[in-house]
């Protein structure tokens, strides 16, 4: 008896050994991958704790490594420096440039948005760049070339219609500034565009999704090259936008529905629409959006993006993290040095290499290019600026959310 005993114990530990050496075959397999091919993150809150920690004083910060530097080391909402991106091999980073709604005016409009995304962290110093060779090459080509050079692309998107108030003149100056995607609306409508707490139990729809601004707004962003977000949008803003928009459009940061019915999910109907018009959903890492609770895992974030793949196919869907945006993560992928981490498990479920290359990043540079080929089509055809102005009756007598600043501002 003691003998069988003995023989199920060794077998049991025989089989935790293979395990393991299998998963750190499949880790192994991850990072080579990454070293193959760029690694994009579409969306990461770090400017919001630069703002919120810092204030925008740069000239003393050290981004190497915030693990022991204060505040960032005791803020649950910190997940980002350089040694941890390097561990986590990522190549580029779609940074926030973001004011969202805290800023918004009286009405919505023309509110302190626009001043104060120009003045974040990333924004401003911008236009000392456009001199530099390669700036204006195409997108695509600066992700590869930095990755090949062992760099890390800083991908500039803009989080919050209500960042341009309702100006196309605003619009087309954060794409000069660098911008290359705006989220149509964050946690309330804009004038033109309603958010998904719309969608919610007991909310009334006003617009139906967009204005005839909103998709001025939309075709605007078409004929510059810049992409359109629309994590945030309630599902009628969404289906509205993909029928209007010439380019694919994104998801810079939801999950799926179907697993999580958050309002900020995307539903499955809408995913098909996404994989028609060739766009693409990065899963979000945040739990309230990956289990509606406050704990989730690796495997849980694992099974959203399944399901996207499941429902959209292969090509439609990246990675959106969220980190520095959010106060809780999943077990597994506590910060930006655990992406390897999961795709070694998305390997385990039977995902092939070439299939974890479009995740990583292949996937996002081919919107990415597909929108810039719409803005050059556009560009031969002879489109000209949108010079449209929001009608009166869109601004008066409507109501917008807004926050309590000090709460939010606080460490």
Known sequence: MRMVVGVMVLGQLLTRILLAAH?????????????????????NDLPWNIRKFLKNQLREFRFDDLRDTQPWARSAWSHTDLRRLK???????????????????????PGKAPQRTLNSPLMEPLHLLMSLKGYKCPVKRRIERAHKEGRLASLIGVEGGHAVGASLAVLRMLYELGARYLTLTHTCNTPWAECSTV????????????????????LEMNRLGMMVDLSHVSVPTMLVAMRTSKAPVIFSHSSAHALCNSSRNVPDHALRRLAQINGIVMVSFYPHFISCGEKSTLEDVAAHIDHVRKIAGIDHVGIGAGYDGINLTPTGLEDVSKYPELFAELLARGWSEKDIQKLAGLNLIR?????????DKM???????????IPHEDIIGRDYCRYNVKRLMAP
């Open 23 to 43: 998963a750190g075959d499949r880790l192994a397999a991850a990072r080579r991958i990454l070293r193959d091919v760029p690694l994009i993150d579409g969306h």
């Open 87 to 109: 561990e986590g091999m990522v190549a580029a980073q779609e940074l926030l440039g973001l004011l969202e709604e805290l800023y918004q005016g009286l009405m919505g409009f």
């Open 199 to 218: 969608d919610e139990p007991g909310q009334v729809a006003r617009i139906g999704g967009l204005s005839n601004f909103g998709k001025s707004i939309i």
């Open 367 to 375: 919107v990415f290019k597909a929108v810039e080929e719409v803005r």
């Open 379 to 389: 560009a031969a055809e002879g489109i000209e600026p949108i010079e449209e102005e």
